[in-house]
């Protein structure tokens, strides 16, 4: 097994998998948006799963993994299209926090380069609402940056899902070509007594 065979590719993508969904989990906790965090633990048990039946050659773990990752895919495609406004769904709307909490995005008030702190006074008295605030002086806005996140998982996702088909391809044709006999493999070659 070399070092860059598809079963190593396949570890390192399940475990970068598991670290940028607990950094996503992480974000989404800060904003108590409840369907997203939901999401991310199931993702984070599902990518486990795949790692373990990737190491331990267990194919049908890591058909596991590839169903959930249709899931995924398709969990994240959702998340976009929200945050962008597209097919009818809006980013001010609750669907993430479940109805639940009036919390959204962490990255709302707290993006990168986002500077509310030089407002002057008079100002903030004749805003109608204080969630203005948001758009002044940010590098990028919140929704792109949640957008960001789900681009990140959909290319990851889509190597492991390519990788995980691969491996499911090299596990059942290394089954079918051992002949398990008293718990010692023996090759399954033709007999030279058939001969």
Not at 42 to 55: K, P, S, Y
Not at 102 to 115: A, E, M
Request: net charge negative.
């Amino acid at each position: 097994m070399g070092c860059c065979s598809g079963r190593c590719m396949l570890i390192f993508l399940c475990a970068l998998q598991v670290m940028t969904a607990l950094e996503r989990q992480a974000f989404d906790f800060l904003g108590y948006q409840w369907a997203p965090i939901m999401v991310n633990f199931l993702q984070i048990i599902m990518v486990t799963l795949g790692l373990f039946g990737t190491i331990q050659y267990r194919p049908r773990y890591v058909v596991l993994y590839l169903l959930w990752t249709l899931l995924w895919v398709a969990w994240n495609v959702f998340v976009s299209c929200l945050y962008l406004d597209l097919g009818g769904l809006s980013k001010e709307s609750d669907l993430l926090s479940l109805g639940v909490s009036s919390h959204r995005s962490w990255w709302k008030d707290n993006g990168p380069g986002c500077d509310d702190r030089d407002l002057p006074a008079t100002r903030w008295q004749s805003l109608e609402s204080p969630k203005l605030i948001y758009a002044l002086g940010c590098w990028l806005e919140y929704q792109y940056i949640e957008v960001l996140h789900c681009i990140i998982q959909l290319l990851i996702s889509l190597l492991g899902f390519v990788y995980a088909c691969y491996m499911v391809s090299t596990f059942t044709e290394e089954e079918d070509s051992f002949n398990f006999i008293g718990g010692v493999h023996y090759p399954s070659k033709p007999s030279p007594l058939y001969l």
